[in-house]
């Protein structure tokens, strides 16, 4: 069960490092399309209006993918932003009951997310929603990838909750690196 779920968390991390990627194509794509535009312009006097067909919008939802795929590995790997100056000054029994805490709160707010979210590209799939643009793209296609990222960052969550409660530890929720401290 844990070599598949890393694996799950990792693909999704690998998922949004793509999307990144993608970010990185679009803007440069349309930066590269803008200059051919302006060196045409003041040579031969006019321009040509090259464009990638909604790329804000895409590069948005590449965004969007990156921050919500990356989430759930995040989470295991300890990357998140913790505010530690409370859970220090904490004796080790302590810690861990806020920890645990923290993980249940976490699987809550996974839950609540990844529901809406569902729930959100559901009904936008009902009702047929389209995004604006030149590019009429269904919105239940990006907010798919959306619930996906949520549904990966409630699962990596409660696989923390669990540990927590089963071991009294968890990676997710290592105890503070004292390099980091020094830095």
Do not use: C
Not at 66 to 72: E, M, N, R, Y
Not at 151 to 160: E, G, Y
């Amino acid at each position: 069960m844990r070599k598949s779920l890393d694996r799950l968390y990792g693909l999704s991390g690998a998922v949004a490092a793509f999307s990144l990627f993608m970010i990185m194509l679009i803007v440069f794509g349309q930066v590269m399309l803008n200059t051919i535009d302006f060196i045409a312009l003041h040579l031969i006097g006019k321009s040509y209006g090259f464009l990638i067909p909604s790329y804000a919008q895409f590069s948005g939802y590449a965004l969007g993918f990156t921050t919500f795929l990356s989430l759930g590995l995040g989470f295991r790997k300890a990357a998140h932003i913790r505010v530690t100056l409370i859970e220090t000054a904490l004796k080790p029994a302590a810690r861990r009951y806020t920890l645990t805490l923290v993980a249940f709160i976490g699987t809550l707010l996974g839950a609540l997310i990844s529901y809406s979210l569902v729930d959100l590209a559901w009904q936008s799939w009902m009702w047929g929603d389209t995004a604006t643009g030149l590019v009429r793209l269904p919105l239940w296609i990006p907010q798919s990838v959306l619930a996906l990222g949520a549904i990966v960052f409630f699962i990596s969550a409660l696989d923390t909750l669990v540990d927590m409660l089963r071991y009294k530890q968890s990676t997710a929720l290592r105890a503070i690196d004292p390099v980091e401290e020094v830095m």
